[in-house]
């Protein structure tokens, strides 16, 4: 069945190890001595959230985090049982699904306060929520003066009960003082709640760089990117982790061009000697960055050694400039990114970062799932059956 669909699409594809998935939650886990909710917004960061959740749930992550409640819904559609938490808005629109579905509110404006206030009583049942308080992310979340009767509200309609406090580190990964403040107004407002005789059962702050901060109240960590196997720069905890991810495709045409010839929109790469041009089935909708550092220095993995990109990266298409590398030809992989260059490398010639670069890969490119070195599903958009698995 893969094989066929695979064959039915263009030959690029974003690589997903699991194993590799596995391995990196299980060391957080192992760092971190603490219960880990996996943050799987925005499609588990371009991994795909169905597969990755299940995946990750299975390894015994008690809970998940989403950005949004359709996120959630979707989680819900794909048979995820574990409690998801809600972390971004809630639109007044949305309560009735977040309702149904089961999933967990983030409480942190006063208008989310109210919708929440008054699910619980339209719900006939008691609503769990977190509540969040802003340390200075400047962000979502009450004032740390605000937040303790933002939860005595919730707790005392004895229809909601307050079983997360969270607040979101702003810089973990490049100002430690910066994070250690905002980690002591959290402990305040953690004290304001126990004051008030509140007293969540999680108490989470780490993101992945949060990770190389942890407080002794705090009872879960929320990391993202570490999970797939990409590090924050230039602060990081000691984990040691691998891509989860890696995006290629096969080189579809070689051409040898004369001095001169100029490459893609606008000829802004010209060949500076004979040249050998591939030409590669990826393209900006994929997740390739248009950038001019890109055309300029940009660079791709072809049978184990860096070629750099020639000319303007098109929609659909990429050039690399193969005159360096005379053993590759048409039908060789060309790596956007993976191990190696990094998401980094690409995220520094398109003036961003990793997070970016892996939440770009186009929801064209098929995402190819691996376990024990073997192809265990492919989804595609472009299938009806996407999700099946092969074995
Ligand atoms: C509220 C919140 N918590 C946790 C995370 C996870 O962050 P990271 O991917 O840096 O681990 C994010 C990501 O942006 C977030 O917005």
């Not at 100002?175 to 959290?186: E, G």
């Not at 995006?247 to 045409?253: K, N, P, Q, R, Y």
């Amino acid at each position: 069945m893969s094989d066929s669909l695979l064959a039915a699409l263009r030959p690029a594809r974003a690589r997903l190890d699991l194993d590799r998935l596995a391995a990196n939650y299980l060391a957080v886990a192992a760092a971190a001595g603490r219960p880990v909710m996996p943050v799987v917004k925005a499609d588990a960061y371009g991994h795909g959230a169905a597969r990755v959740s299940r995946h990750l749930v299975a390894l015994g992550a008690p809970m998940l985090a989403v950005a949004y409640a359709e996120e959630g819904a979707v989680l819900r559609s794909a048979g995820i049982r574990a409690p998801i938490v809600v972390l971004a808005g809630i639109a007044p629109g949305q309560v009735r699904s977040l309702v149904q579905h089961e999933l967990t509110a983030v409480v942190s404006t006063p208008s989310t306060l109210e919708l929440v206030l008054q699910a619980g009583k339209d719900a006939g049942r008691r609503l769990a929520v977190h509540v969040k308080v802003d340390t200075g992310m400047t962000r979502l979340g009450f004032t740390p003066s605000a937040v303790g009767e933002a939860a005595a509200r919730l707790a005392e309609s004895g229809r909601i009960e307050v079983e997360g406090l969270l607040t979101h580190l702003a810089a973990a990964d490049e100002d430690a003082d910066a994070t250690r403040r905002q980690l002591d107004l959290f402990d305040e407002a953690a004290d304001e709640l126990a004051r008030r005789g509140i007293r969540p059962r999680w108490i989470h702050a780490a993101n992945s760089a949060g990770l190389a901060f942890l407080r002794r109240h705090h009872t879960l960590v929320r990391p993202g990117l570490i999970l797939y196997g990409v590090r924050p720069r230039p602060l990081a905890p000691a984990i040691d982790v691998k891509p989860v991810m890696t995006v290629s495709a096969d080189i579809e045409l070689v051409k040898e061009v004369a001095v001169g010839t100029p490459v893609s929109y606008g000829g802004r790469w010209v060949a500076p000697r004979r040249s050998r041009i591939a030409t590669i089935p990826f393209g900006y909708a994929d997740g390739v960055p248009r950038t001019d550092d890109m055309r300029d220095r940009g660079e791709l993995l072809v049978k184990g050694r860096r070629v750099p990109v020639a000319g303007t990266v098109c929609m659909d298409l990429t050039m690399a400039d193969l005159t360096d590398h005379p053993d590759a030809g048409e039908g060789d992989e060309a790596v956007l990114f993976g191990d190696d260059p990094p998401a980094w490398d690409v995220a520094d010639r398109a003036g961003t970062n990793a997070w970016e670069i892996l939440t770009s890969v186009g929801s064209r490119v098929p995402r190819v799932y691996l376990e024990g070195g073997r192809v265990v599903g492919v989804e595609s958009r472009f299938t009806p059956r996407a999700g099946d698995r092969t074995r």
